[in-house]
């Protein structure tokens, strides 16, 4: 079998060097932080994500001894001060605008065809300590910030990503985020606003979200169900007015699905789309479980729960990065077919993380090497 380079060297292989030597030179970035280069910047924060690093100094002392194997990669062992200073000075939209462009490079090869597309719309909270609160200030003891994701679940892959402070409203994230056209967008009672409702069905997409208890339906059709769970099929009609305002900005006709899920709660789903079944609608809002698992998986697995860093720019670097080191380890999966479950690949990386192994052969113990010849012969 022909040597391999260390895993951590051929996952890095697969990321768009070229995006990110053009967001260096867009941004007007040196590399200032005592001689240490951005690429030897973002090697050690993603080797801290793929090991499980819990501090700077853990990432300084892991690369430093595995230092023999860090030229080929094109970096050095950072200093712990070093990395530190990188992390509170360097242009965060040098790592954003790689993001943006893993996303688009990941999105292509996990997304086997754009029919049918159907995103996902949620955030989730990132605690951060008392260091970090003269910008991430939530309450008198909570400090804290959001990441805001449309999620693609046919690919598992994120296709757009933000970061605010936990005191912005998903909503107000969400006015921010690219439409596209025709597609499915489904989303939580976080997004409630039917003026960016009318934004989206303006853009031909499909919107699948909840109604709130009180917003009352004035019914123009009653449609047969069946099954068990769907308890009732209407179209109608928004209120009129609004308490902010004279004039509802989606008069349009609505679908409201009532369905009884598993907990026996009763929730009304409501749609722009009255041509398909109950059932479909009630399928679509249904397939919301998908980014909460991306969530648990991305907390879970790499490093959102501790930050390295206090500043507003270590934290939105850490976060940016990890979801950087989350579309590799997708991608690299998708090079074997050995390892199907993402979690048992993400720990196999883990493990041979700096070793000469091959991606398709993570799940094999390592070979023996073999005696010289003439040696180990019994005479």
Known sequence: MPPHNSVFHAILKLLPWEAFDHAIARHGAQDSAR??????????????????????????????????????????????????????NRPVAIFTDLLAALIQRAHRRLRRTMEGTTFLIDSTGLALNALSQNWARFSAKVCGAKLHIVYDPDADCPIYAAVSTANVNDITAAKAMPIVAKATYVFDLGYYDYAWWAKLDAADCRIVTRLKKNTTLTVTETRPVTGETILSDQVGTLPARLAQSPRNPFPKPL?????????????RIVSNDLEASAQEIADLYKRRWAIELFFRWVKQTLKTKRFLGTSENAVRIQIAIALIAFLLLRMAQQTQKAVSSPLMFARLVRANLMHPRGLGHLHKPPEKPRPPLGQGLLI
């Open 35 to 88: 001689g240490f280069t951005h690429k030897s910047h973002l090697v050690a924060m993603l080797y801290g994500q793929w090991a499980g690093a819990s501090s700077l100094r853990e990432i300084e002392a892991g690369l430093s001894s595995h230092a023999n194997r860090l030229p080929a990669i094109g970096a050095r062992p950072p200093r712990r001060a070093s990395l530190a200073e990188a992390n509170r």
């Open 255 to 267: 679908r409201e699905v009532r369905v009884r899920i598993e907990t026996g709660k009763i929730i």
